[in-house]
């Protein structure tokens, strides 16, 4: 894996983009180690998608203004509650009685999206243990106050994810020390690029502003006079918006700060990351919300679905060898999320962001290239990706627990309804934050698998024990794949 030319693929090419220009400079190195430029256009994809996600943002502002002035000051201003006969109940709330719940809600979400980025920067390796172990303890500790407040489906559903928290990192433990490096090393990125700190930080802002419409509307269901039913169902709708804007947002980050990353990695050695020109953030950034943008909104719809099913299906299927009926039944999954994998992979954002390639596509090829250079023994043994997820769900706990406390003090009707929908704000403004961290890291892994020079003239020592982890692990899978063939 030391050697590029072996372990290159035949797109082995890595970009740079030109500042002031609006085309991609892919550059190819020759047997002689020149670099030949080759200049290819930005074409527009996936614009259905955008057009979409536009359209869904205008309708859905519409309506959560309605059902947020339906509510304000006077109860049925709108004379909504006619449409809904057969679920009033005569409730009297009102907007404003459940807005400052989520307005802080927001607040302590960026709060905890900040202090997290901080604390990741000066303390690296406590935190990510903190992120691992604490979020089993913390579900369970939820899940007991559920119980004792009478909310058994939570209590019960808390308790399951305590259960599979817990089997996932059991399952995972000795893969632990690699994915430490490996964070540890994006970290070391990011933190070199304050400018893509920044971009995070104006994201959040946007975020927030979307938040404050959202929750909004999401008071005036909570205020409403329909029956539990009807305000869960809404909510619901409300939630799915919410996770595909985050999502959209995140993985718009994701472009961006891949672009900037992929930029230093093949620079290296070249000029330092702080004397970066600032037509680099710019052309990331224009690419990520125009031309790029209908990918993005695509990709945000199912990657993080796949990809969460994915980690707990490989976790799972690590500790069943013995039983050999339930390990075929989870193998059958394993396979069909693996075939999902190849269409939808947060790989893809790398691609899209040095290639300017549609999503599908894009997911494609980048997980032909870790296929054919053998890189994704080394990008299924990383658990990166994981970790980060746990801190971001750790954070929409926290969100989620304090509104929570504060609803069930004034609202005891309406704890699991403020409660849940604050942990989802805190989620998605956590995962903002996080989602820095995760983009250095798949351009690490894309930079690995075209060109392993880029990482071994960045860091060598990491090149070293990302080549020798790599090895052992293909080693690994021969050996089982020997054994497999043994016993059949």
Known sequence: MSDSTNSASPSSDYASISSGDQSLQRSRRSGDGNRAVVR??????????????????VCLGFVLAVLG?????????????RYTQGFLENHKGLTEDYWPLYAVAGGIGVFISWIWSLLLGSYANEMMKVSVHILTTYLAVVSVLCFWCRQFFWGGAFAIGALLQFLYVISVIDRLPFTMLVLRKALKLVWGLPKVIIVAHAFTVVMLLWMSLWSFGAAGVVASSMGDEGRWWLLVVL???????GAVLCNTVHVIVSGMVFHVLFQCGQEEASSLPPSTLIESLRYAVTTSFGSICYGSLFTAAIRTLRWEIRGFRSKICGNECLLCCVDFLFHLVETLVRFFNKYAYVQIAVYGKGFNRSARDAWELFQSTGVEALVAYDCSGAVLLMGTIFGGLITGSCIGIWAWIKYSDRVIMVG????????????LGMVVVESAVTSIYICFAEDPLLIQRWDVDFFNEMSEVLHRRLQHRSARAREVLTTA
């Open 420 to 431: 849940s929908t604050a942990m989802l704000m805190g989620m998605v403004l956590v995962g």
């Open 239 to 245: 939630s799915v918006s919410l996770f595909w804007t």
């Open 40 to 57: 290819e256009s930005r074409h527009w994809h996936d614009v259905f998608w955008s057009a979409i996600f536009m359209i869904h943002l």
């Open 69 to 81: 002035l339906n509510r304000f000051r006077t109860s049925d201003r709108l004379n909504i509650d």
